[in-house]
Each structure stands twice: as C-alpha cells, then as structure tokens.
C-alpha cells in the first residue's frame, strides 16, 4: 500500500489495483491546492454507489523554499496518481482575496497539480468553493466544519477518523461535488446540436425550444 512522503494518512480503504468491474466505474481524486498544507481525496464511483479510497494531506510545513513546495506537489501528485489511477481530477478553483501573495501561491499550487494530472492524461474540472459547499451543506457560505460534519454523515465515518487536517475534507468535498455535478455534465460530442439534446433529454428541459422570430421584411 502506498504512503506518499509529506503526507499525513486519514484514511486509507481500498486502492484501485485491478480493472473496473462495472461499465460505469470511475476514481475521481478530488485536491484541495496549498503551498502549506495540500488535502487530496479518492472517491469511486460504481453501480450508483460511493465509496473512499483515499484521504489525506501532503504536508509542507517543514519546506521553506517556495520552489522546492512546488516540487513537492508535483511529485506526490504523480505518485498519488500513479497509486489509486484516477480517471478524473476535481480541484478548487483559484479566489480572489484580500491577500494578493496568498492567491499567487494558491495559484501556484493549482497550476502544479493540474500540469501533473494532465501529465497523466486526466481529465479537469474546477469548482469554486461555494458551489462545492452547496453541492455538500446546501449552503454556499458554510464553514469547513460544517463540511466536513456533514461528509461524516454522508459517508458514515466518525468525525475522530476524519483526521485533523479540514484541507482533506475539503479534498473530498470537492470529489463528492463532482461526483454530483458530472451527471449533469453534457459533453458536446454527444450532442451536435440543442434540439438533438432536447429530444435526447425532455425531462430535463422546460419550456421547450423557442422557435425563432419571423424574418421581417425591409419596407
């Protein structure tokens, strides 16, 4: 079983060693950027079912040298990768705050981790925190302790074995958003057109197709 180095492990399930039994079967890892303490998540997704694989942080306290934090990242990104073999990567998107060095650092961190996961050919999606916090309390301004109780819930894990760090529950609440969202997430090379998508989905559209304004002749 693999630990990655500067990383303290809140959980550790079920790796992802053999192929996917179910058609429908995905690994979403979900990472929750920082140059100081970065929380990653693994989640998979199969037969309608969620479970966790992974949770934890990769710490980078002890590393002074900026650069060399970024190094870090991409390195236990990859191994990370390389361990569970996510199919996709659910990461926070950047903020602005009152701190301008802060969101530059941030960005940082995101840009690393993304660049590893294109590296391994995995496919992006970004969410803000607000939407991840709808998407797990029903409310776009709840704490991260109040993310993090409701994943115990969701997931039926004791709030002891969630670990101290809320950078990883916030990992997985950015895996489990995704989780949720995706089904809603219509790739354009399924559909050429909206009318082929509406047809294709009558229950999820309302109000149908507006028909278009009749030409109008010039005087």
Known sequence: MFIPKSSYLCIMQNDRTDKPA??????????????????YSFVRSSGGKLEILAMGVIDLRKCTDIYLKLGRIHENML????????????IESPFYGKNIQTAIKLGRA???????????DLTVHEYPPTKVKQAITGNGSASKEQVAGMLSKIFKIDKDSMGPFLDATDAL?????????????????EYSTWSAFVKSNPGRVTGGIPARAPKTQKP
Request: hydrophobic fraction near 45%; proline fraction near 3%; charged fraction near 20%.
């Open 173 to 189: 609440a950015l895996a489990y958003c995704h989780h949720t969202q995706r089904r809603t997430i219509v790739s354009a090379r």
């Open 22 to 39: 179910h058609s429908d079967d995905l690994v979403i890892m979900g990472i929750d950027p920082g140059t100081v303490v970065m929380g």
């Open 110 to 120: 995101q840009g690393v981790a993304i660049a590893a996961a294109i590296e391994r």
């Open 79 to 90: 191994r990370l990768i390389d361990s569970f073999h996510p199919d996709e990567l659910a």
